[in-house]
């Protein structure tokens, strides 16, 4: 019986399909279907009921399934116990944020590859809240303040905000002073979310009511440029706009609330080593990437 087949099965039972599972591994509809059709050939069972509308676990599928991941880790446990230090294989599926995963973290991630030529990552860039578990992903990067959740979460680096508006802006509507004045300004925002500011100690919240929202921080950053309002954004994306005067600060008796990089995964007892690995990797990195310390008070 081949662990590969074990795997692919587990994906396709937990992805819910053939198709899903075959975007998940990276591979053609035709792999994953003769994987499949090999270990029911193995074990002697059809797993898998193959339907004009795509596929579901027979009950003996359904019951095979929990086994077969027990397997697929057990498997993979034994690989690290045996050779704790040598090179990662197998495949990282990792989700982070399409904001600035493709131009701040992949870079990292290439590094990883470099140093580890036998793992298989498989990135997915979305600002969306992705569900790790449904998703089959083994971990997430990122930033900002996290939600309560049952992940478990290690902070690789600081994240450090800035409120920024165009000279243009501020010269056409002033700049505010204090939290209480963004209420009578137009903002850029995400959704709904409320913002947080330091006043000494204390945290000060509002609520503000923005005419132009996106759900990706780069665009937010464009549209700041271009005069529309005030943006509350990560220094490590808008430091070229504020060293070329673009964009200034505003505001700065009332910095907003440090916040991090983060490394989520499904919780467990020990996550895995590539998740070990990347996450010690993200530590090294960032300390080392102006990128995000430039602006940092």
């Given at each position: 019986m081949d662990i590969e087949d074990l795997q692919t099965f587990v994906e396709v039972a937990d992805a819910g399909g053939v198709s899903a599972a075959a975007r998940r591994l990276g591979l053609s509809k035709s792999i994953v279907s003769r994987r499949l059709i090999r270990l029911e050939a193995d074990i002697g069972v059809q797993l898998v009921a193959r339907t004009t509308r795509g596929a579901a676990l027979t009950e003996a599928g359904a019951l095979f399934r929990d086994y077969a991941a027990r397997a697929c880790l057990e498997i993979d446990t034994a690989r690290e116990t045996i050779v704790p230090d040598g090179d990662l294989r197998g495949r990282l599926r990792i989700a982070m944020p399409l904001t600035f995963g493709?131009?701040?973290?992949?870079?990292?991630?290439?590094?990883?590859?470099?140093?580890?030529?036998?793992?298989?990552?498989?990135?997915?860039?979305?600002?969306?809240?992705?569900?790790?578990?449904?998703?089959?992903?083994?971990?997430?990067?990122?930033?900002?303040?996290?939600?309560?959740?049952?992940?478990?979460?290690?902070?690789?680096?600081?994240?450090?905000?800035?409120l920024v508006a165009s000279p243009d802006y501020i010269k056409a509507h002033g700049s505010p002073e204090a939290p209480g004045d963004l209420l009578s300004h137009q903002v850029l925002m995400q959704g709904t979310e409320t913002w947080r500011f330091m006043d000494g100690d204390d945290i000060v919240t509002?609520?503000?009511?923005?005419?132009?929202?996106?759900?990706?921080?780069?665009?937010?950053?464009?549209?700041?440029?271009?005069?529309?309002g005030i943006a509350q954004l990560p220094d490590c994306i808008i430091h070229e706009h504020v060293a070329s005067g673009a964009l200034v600060p505003v505001m700065p008796r009332y910095p907003l609330p440090p916040s991090g990089a983060y490394v989520v995964r499904p919780p467990g007892q020990h996550p895995e080593r590539k998740i070990r690995v990347l996450t010690e990797l993200l530590v090294e990195l960032l300390d080392q990437d102006p990128r995000f310390r430039e602006l940092n008070r």
């Open positions: 493709p131009t701040h973290f992949t870079p990292m991630l290439a590094e990883m590859s470099r140093r580890h030529p036998q793992l298989h990552i498989h990135a997915s860039y979305s600002d969306r809240f992705v569900d790790l578990v449904a998703e089959g992903f083994d971990c997430a990067i990122r930033v900002g303040t996290l939600r309560d959740s049952s992940l478990v979460a290690r902070r690789v680096g600081p994240i450090r905000g800035t509002i609520q503000p009511r923005g005419q132009f929202k996106a759900d990706n921080g780069t665009a937010l950053a464009v549209a700041a440029v271009a005069g529309l």
